[in-house]
């Protein structure tokens, strides 16, 4: 049983609805969700089911239409924008499709990033990546730039920005998805274990059913609602 304190990310009811030129498109149609401390849950879905839209709401990236998100039991809609910004530094990480490494930092410097948001010492940081890029096997390449380095090297190095704060959840979009199957694979257990290890709670949207299998519990994502995979 999931007591209330460990729950990370709350969704009550939440809906999403575009307008765009009079023609309302309603994405998300009234979907609950919670993500527990050490808990990992897959959320797949065909393309244009409503992931990423989804993922961004968990985040606190962008508002429902209906309904409300809370993460660590505060509403991301009675934040500011700048509490919001420091809640997202302190209690999440990200790691995305295409890893959205900045091409002229060095993968120690990317590492660091969300460590210089929060202004912590430049050394504390350095130190802090340096540890972490050696979990994720990149001790040999902390100088390389990300065009110097593999698809995952890239994804490793992603990985490592995002846990680098210690935070109490990752959330990954297709982080494997421009991967060969080999190397989505190597990434997708080093996330699971370095997840495991750091007591994060990690949610993935992905296509791919073999690696949605890999968590605890899968959501399908289908014109706009969960079907539970639980029992399947
Ligand atoms: N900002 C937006 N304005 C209008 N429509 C949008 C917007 N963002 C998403 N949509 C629409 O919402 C639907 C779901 O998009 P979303 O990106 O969430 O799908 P997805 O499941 O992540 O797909 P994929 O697997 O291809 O990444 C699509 O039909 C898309 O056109
Ligand atoms: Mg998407």
Do not use: A, K, S, W
């Given at each position: 049983m999931t007591k209330s304190s460990d729950i990370i990310i709350e969704a009550s009811n939440i809906t999403r609805t575009f307008a765009e030129g009079g023609l309302k498109t309603e994405v998300i149609k009234g979907i609950d969700f919670t993500l527990s401390q050490n808990e990992k849950v897959a959320i797949i879905g065909s393309s244009g089911s409503g992931k990423t839209t989804l993922l961004q709401m968990l985040a606190g990236l962008d508002q429902p239409t209906s309904g409300k998100v809370s993460l660590h039991g505060q509403d991301f809609a009675r934040m500011s924008e700048s509490k919001r910004g420091k809640m997202r530094n302190e209690h999440m990480g990200f790691v995305y499709?295409?890893?959205?490494?900045?091409?002229?930092?060095t993968a120690l410097e990317n590492a660091m990033l969300p460590l210089r948001v929060r202004r912590a010492a430049p050394g504390f940081a350095e130190a802090e990546a340096k540890e972490i890029l050696d979990k994720v096997g990149l001790s040999s390449r902390i100088h390389h730039k990300p065009s110097e380095l593999s698809g995952g090297e890239r994804q490793r190095v992603a990985i490592a920005r995002a846990l680098i704060t210690k935070p109490s959840c990752v959330l990954a979009d297709e982080?494997?998805?421009?991967?060969d199957d080999h190397a989505a694979q190597q990434v997708f257990d080093l996330m699971l274990t370095l997840n495991e290890e750091m007591n994060t709670g990690l949610l993935v949207v992905t296509h791919d059913m073999k690696r949605a299998q890999q968590m605890d519990r899968q959501y399908q994502l289908v014109e706009g609602h969960f079907q539970n995979h639980d029992e399947a």
């Open positions: 499709q295409f890893h959205f490494l900045l091409p002229e930092l982080p494997t998805g421009n991967l």
